[in-house]
């Protein structure tokens, strides 16, 4: 009897499922081209440092640093810079990007200790030769008691105050009580970083690497002991950046960043390049015109009213627009302006290297749309655009090296608004994530790397 044949069959396929879409617990991270712009750029500058330290000359004298130091230290450094940018390249290529990092609490239960210690830095590593800027100057005009005013009328009234009652104690010679004004500044200036970083990003990992970026700027050589009225001035700017966004907000008034730009003019007049990001805060807030008239009309009184009670010559009011005609005339054209934006560009990369880097970074990984498309940036962007602008006329009128401390305050909102980009862009998170899903191509928003609170 035959036996009957088997039917061959085929072997069990499992049912096709299409991939799934990246989602926040299943996410797809790939490197994209503007993903190394950042990468790229930092990479580039720790180069710069490194072949112009081994090559210094006049042109560098804000990048060849390595140059100018002993041995140790050199090492020391290249170690340090070899290491940061290892870190930058690893978070790109090899880190876990989607991997969710939790809120970072900064309990202020460590506030007090931590200003105790930074002011015993401050102090510690203060300057002690005063022969950058114009310490020297302003120490032997104190010594004889006397009061110029200059273009800082505040300021320099403050700095005279602090020399008198030091003359009063006993101690004859200011060096040691502006001293202590700087590192005062220093600790004030911390905690106007605090709320800014408060104000820019709600919580997470995004804050305290702002919050990072800030406390480690190179125009905080301001507060190590640094006698010149730019420290006074730079607290007055940083409190109009700090009420500017809370006046946006809603939770303070307009009248309220109205004498905050009154006072910051009044301690430093090079403080009138934050007027446009003024006008830009009263044009966007709503209310009555009535009420954005009286606003101006508030700031220019705060300016008037500190001219008139500390005697201000009002014949010196135009000197600074004499200066610059004056300049304008004698500019001798481009060859002398291509030298001087230089030595800019020499400035930026020696007070803030990082900010500098990731503005770069994020102008050309993000559209201007997209970048204006924030409240909070666009108000920033009100200040830090004249203010490189201003910083950039100054450089034509002071050479940036020996006055670096005049032409890096119009540069603060640069910093500032830096925190916020770099809080947008989600560090270097891919700015578009493309998976192929059947037959087409999706787009997914990026995913944060800090959580939201």
Same mark, same amino acid.
């Given at each position: ?7 061959? /069959? ?12 990246? #989602? ?45 130091? /002993? ?5 020391? &450094? ?39 210690? +930074?002011?015993?830095?401050?102090? $510690? &590593?203060?300057?002690? #030769?005063?022969? +950058?800027?114009?310490?020297? #100057?302003?120490?032997?005009? %104190? ?27 006993? !101690? ?7 001293? &202590? ?12 970083? *605090? ?6 990003? @709600? ?18 050589? +301001? !507060? ?7 420290? &006074? ?6 409190? !109009?950046?700090?009420? %500017?966004?809370? *006046? ?31 006008? +830009? ?30 005697? !201000? ?33 020499? $400035? *930026? ?18 559209? %201007? ?58 560090? *270097?998170? @891919? ?5 192929? /899903? ?16």
């Amino acid at each position: 009897m035959a036996r009957p044949k088997r039917l061959r /069959q085929e072997p069990s396929r499992k049912p096709h499922r299409p991939a799934a879409a990246p #989602t926040s617990r299943n996410p797809v991270s790939r490197v994209g081209t503007g993903d190394l712009v950042i990468p790229s750029l930092a990479t580039l500058y720790v180069l710069t440092l490194l072949i112009s330290g081994a090559h210094p000359t006049s042109s560098l004298w804000g990048v060849d640093l390595l140059g100018y130091l /002993q041995p140790g230290f050199r090492t020391g &450094l290249t170690a340090l810079l070899t290491i940061g940018l290892a870190l930058i390249l690893w978070s790109v290529f090899a880190a876990g990007r989607s991997r969710k990092i939790g809120a970072v609490p900064l309990g202020r239960a460590w506030a007090v200790p931590s200003a105790l210690l +930074l002011g015993i830095l401050f102090w $510690l &590593l203060r300057d002690r #030769t005063h022969l +950058l800027g114009d310490g020297l #100057t302003w120490i032997e005009v %104190l010594r004889v008691g006397s009061r110029p005013l200059y273009s800082e009328p505040i300021a320099a009234t403050a700095m005279h105050i602090v020399a008198s009652v030091a003359r009063t104690l006993g !101690y004859p010679d200011p060096g040691t009580a502006l001293a &202590l004004l700087s590192v005062g500044c220093g600790l004030v200036a911390t905690g106007l970083y *605090c709320l800014i970083v408060h104000e820019l990003i @709600p919580s997470g990992i995004g804050r305290a690497v702002a919050l990072g970026l800030l406390l480690t700027l190179g125009c905080n050589q +301001l !507060y190590f002991g640094y006698i010149e009225s730019s420290p &006074l001035a730079s607290l007055t700017i940083l409190l !109009y950046l700090w009420t %500017l966004l809370r *006046c946006w907000k809603g939770r303070l008034t307009l009248a309220s960043a109205a004498l905050a730009l009154g006072l910051a003019v009044s301690t430093h007049f090079v403080a009138s390049f934050l007027i446009p990001s003024f006008i +830009l805060l009263v044009a966007r807030t709503k209310g009555s015109w009535v009420r954005s008239v009286v606003a101006v009309g508030l700031a220019l009184a705060v300016v008037s009213a500190a001219i008139l009670f500390l005697r !201000y010559p009002l014949s010196t009011l135009l000197d600074p627009v004499r200066l610059i005609t004056g300049a304008g005339r004698n500019g001798g054209g481009m060859a002398r302006a291509l030298p001087r934006l230089a030595h800019l560009f020499n $400035l *930026c990369l020696l007070v803030s290297p990082i900010p500098f880097l990731i503005v770069l970074g994020s102008l050309s990984r993000r559209r %201007l749309s997209d970048i204006v498309d924030d409240p909070d940036t666009t108000l920033l962007l009100g200040a830090a655009v004249p203010g490189f602008f201003t910083a950039a006329v100054l450089s034509f009128l002071v050479f940036p090296g020996h006055d670096w401390d005049l032409v890096t305050m119009p540069l603060l909102p640069v910093a500032e608004a830096d925190g916020r980009w770099f809080d947008r862009a989600g560090g *270097c998170e @891919p700015s578009v994530v493309r998976t192929r /899903q059947r037959g087409r191509v999706k787009c997914h928003p990026p995913i944060r790397r800090a959580s939201r609170a």
